[in-house]
């Protein structure tokens, strides 16, 4: 609550009104991240992921129109929407039933956390594989990712290079 960015793009994806909308994976996790490590100012966020489900019927140009709705209420943040009852597809998985369902299919169990603020202004987090990791420092691969997709993950961390930014990490 203490960052204002953060808040603010929180109080825009609130004001969507999506059904079952949470700003997840380098949101959260960046700036958990940071303040461990001390950061005095937040490390630069490349996306702002807005995850949630609809019932399918929407389409990827629904997701387009609300990234450009974003933009227009909150200019400046790198916006990314993607419904989740469309990313099966993409990832080549089953279909999602949730967000949190499609949560446990992201690679790291500290990127798969989500936030939203709800109509009183309390953050609620979306976690299904709890916080320890996060809070750790621990990267920590989700099931699908330990055998099926372990070449997408290592590809993914040696892109990432984490461990340069946040040297504390420890990968499990």
Known sequence: MADAARMCALEAVRDLDLTDCWIGAGFVRNLVWDSLAGFASPTPLNDVDVVWFGDGAESYA??????RRLGSIAPGYPWSV??????????????YLS???????????????????DSDGRIQVLAPYGLDDL?????????????EKRSILDERWQAKQWHLRWPFLRYA
């Open 99 to 117: 967000t949190i369902d499609a949560l446990t299919q992201w690679p790291e169990t500290a990127t798969a956390v989500a936030v939203r603020l």
């Open 135 to 147: 809070f750790a420092g621990v990267i920590r691969m989700t099931p699908r990712f330990k055998i």
């Open 82 to 95: 993607k419904n989740q009852a469309h990313m099966h597809r993409r990832d080549h998985d089953r279909p």
């Open 62 to 67: 629904d997701d387009i129109q609300l990234e």
